[in-house]
């Protein structure tokens, strides 16, 4: 076993603390100790930080990455002052449907590598943009190949051609079949011009039969029932929480279902941000992740998102950083990632600045000096 220790470190964030005048040690590809400097244990080999600052990869917990196709036209027409509406979605379908299995998977890596150059060392990737059971099923196969945060989400919308109630029944069915050996999720866009309630609750629970575990795209454009299903059903998060009720907010708070905050989205669409201050002070779980996906939010920075979370969700920097390290973990249910503490898996991100505040005090600044994934320096 080879111990390597990370010195010279200016601040540390574990995800649970912060450290001046840090050091890491590494055993093969995990956290074996972390601390002052001075008290740091022998090792093998020397890396030095120079000062700066450290903190754990990314953890991104929704990217819609298996796709083709292009929404320039959309996202111009929107900045011009077209509304956004669910039904976009479908222009990425009729694409991703008509691409070739290479042509996906090498459009999929290359978004993991940009986000992988940018700090992101955990990511889940959706399906969504086949709709039928084979494209469902490719996409999944896919993304497998990439991560092991994989998502069934067969329920982003109803094709154009088909009728809603067959089709709720292909995604509970045959397409569930099909897909839930290449998933370890199962999400629905409760929303409408998408799911309803009734339909987002029977489509988890047919999913969970398979073994698949839940979350849900929830209350992003309106208020409605997601956030509370996913709640009802335990769901390991409800993503977006752009428009809660009171009772939305205390039943995050209640329950161990994080919130997924997507600041991308409303960026790219000009919509209003969640309130993350308010979800905080109601005590519930925050998240942040892109929903890197390329209607509505083509965007595969972590640190961006941290930046739009302070500017504009009234988060402090320790607040944003934190929901994009443990809080993607937690939407996850991971503890082996988006912290730095003995055990963890040795995924760290070493900042070329004193501080993660400069992520927002800096916005669109490239401020990943390296990479460190399962312990090994990306080069």
Same mark, same amino acid.
């Given at each position: 076993?080879?111990?390597?220790?990370?010195?010279?470190?200016?601040?540390?964030?574990?995800?649970?603390?912060?450290?001046?005048?840090?050091?890491?040690?590494?055993?093969?590809?995990?956290?074996?100790?972390?601390?002052?400097?001075?008290?740091?244990?022998?090792?093998?080999?020397?890396?030095?930080?120079?000062?700066?600052?450290?903190?754990?990869?990314?953890? /991104?917990?929704?990217?819609?990455?298996?796709?083709?196709?292009?929404?320039?036209?959309?996202?111009?027409?929107?900045?011009?002052?077209? !509304?956004?509406?669910?039904? =976009?979605?479908?222009?990425?379908?009729?694409?991703?449907?008509?691409?070739? /299995?290479?042509?996906?998977?090498?459009?999929?890596?290359?978004?993991?590598?940009?986000?992988?150059?940018?700090?992101?060392?955990?990511?889940?990737?959706?399906?969504?943009?086949?709709?039928?059971v084979e494209d469902e !099923?490719?996409?999944?196969?896919?993304?497998?190949?990439?991560?092991?945060?994989?998502?069934?989400?067969?329920?982003?919308?109803?094709? *154009?051609?088909?009728?809603?109630?067959?089709?709720?029944?292909?995604?509970? =069915?045959?397409?569930?079949?099909?897909?839930?050996?290449?998933?370890?999720?199962?999400?629905?866009?409760?929303?409408? =011009?998408?799911?309803?309630?009734?339909?987002?609750?029977?489509?988890?629970?047919?999913?969970?039969?398979? =073994?698949?575990?839940?979350?849900?795209?929830?209350?992003?454009?309106?208020?409605g029932p997601g956030v509370?299903? *996913?709640?009802?059903?335990?769901?390991?998060?409800?993503?977006?929480?752009?428009?809660?009720?009171?009772?939305?907010v205390d039943a995050l708070?209640?329950?161990?279902?994080?919130?997924?905050?997507?600041?991308?989205?409303?960026?790219?669409?000009?919509?209003?941000?969640?309130?993350?201050?308010?979800?905080?002070?109601?005590?519930?779980?925050?998240?942040?992740?892109?929903?890197?996906?390329?209607?509505?939010?083509?965007?595969?920075?972590?640190?961006?998102?941290?930046?739009?979370?302070?500017?504009?969700?009234?988060?402090?920097?320790?607040? *944003?950083?934190?929901?994009?390290?443990?809080?993607?973990?937690?939407?996850? !249910?991971?503890?082996?990632?988006?912290?730095?503490?003995?055990?963890?898996?040795?995924?760290?991100?070493?900042? /070329?600045?004193?501080?993660?505040?400069?992520?927002?005090?800096?916005?669109?600044?490239?401020?990943?000096?390296?990479?460190?994934?399962?312990?090994?320096?990306?080069?």
């Amino acid at each position: 076993m080879t111990a390597t220790v990370i010195d010279g470190i200016g601040l540390l964030f574990t995800g649970h603390e912060e450290i001046q005048d840090a050091a890491l040690v590494i055993e093969d590809d995990r956290v074996a100790w972390a601390g002052p400097a001075g008290q740091a244990p022998e090792a093998d080999e020397r890396h030095d930080a120079g000062g700066r600052c450290v903190i754990p990869g990314f953890v /991104d917990s929704h990217a819609h990455l298996v796709f083709a196709g292009d929404r320039t036209a959309e996202f111009n027409a929107r900045m011009s002052g077209q !509304r956004y509406s669910a039904g =976009g979605i479908r222009t990425t379908v009729a694409a991703t449907r008509g691409a070739g /299995d290479a042509e996906l998977a090498t459009r999929a890596q290359a978004l993991v590598r940009e986000m992988l150059r940018q700090g992101t060392t955990t990511v889940e990737i959706k399906s969504g943009y086949g709709l039928t059971v084979e494209d469902e !099923r490719r996409s999944l196969e896919i993304a497998t190949g990439l991560t092991d945060e994989t998502t069934y989400l067969g329920a982003h919308v109803v094709p *154009a051609d088909a009728d809603k109630e067959e089709y709720v029944r292909l995604v509970t =069915g045959e397409m569930l079949e099909a897909c839930a050996p290449y998933a370890k999720w199962v999400d629905a866009f409760c929303e409408q =011009g998408a799911f309803d309630g009734d339909e987002t609750r029977e489509i988890l629970t047919k999913g969970m039969k398979a =073994g698949l575990l839940p979350r849900v795209h929830a209350n992003q454009l309106t208020e409605g029932p997601g956030v509370r299903i *996913a709640v009802e059903l335990g769901a390991a998060s409800a993503d977006h929480c752009t428009h809660l009720s009171d009772a939305d907010v205390d039943a995050l708070a209640s329950s161990q279902t994080v919130a997924t905050l997507l600041p991308g989205a409303e960026f790219s669409t000009r919509s209003p941000y969640p309130d993350a201050r308010r979800l905080i002070d109601a005590g519930a779980t925050v998240a942040i992740a892109t929903d890197c996906n390329p209607g509505s939010s083509f965007t595969s920075s972590m640190a961006f998102c941290v930046a739009l979370a302070v500017r504009e969700m009234r988060m402090t920097p320790l607040e *944003a950083v934190t929901a994009a390290t443990v809080g993607g973990a937690r939407a996850l !249910r991971r503890t082996d990632v988006g912290s730095l503490v003995p055990g963890a898996r040795a995924d760290l991100v070493v900042l /070329d600045a004193p501080s993660y505040v400069h992520l927002a005090y800096r916005p669109g600044v490239p401020l990943v000096h390296q990479v460190f994934q399962a312990g090994l320096l990306l080069e």
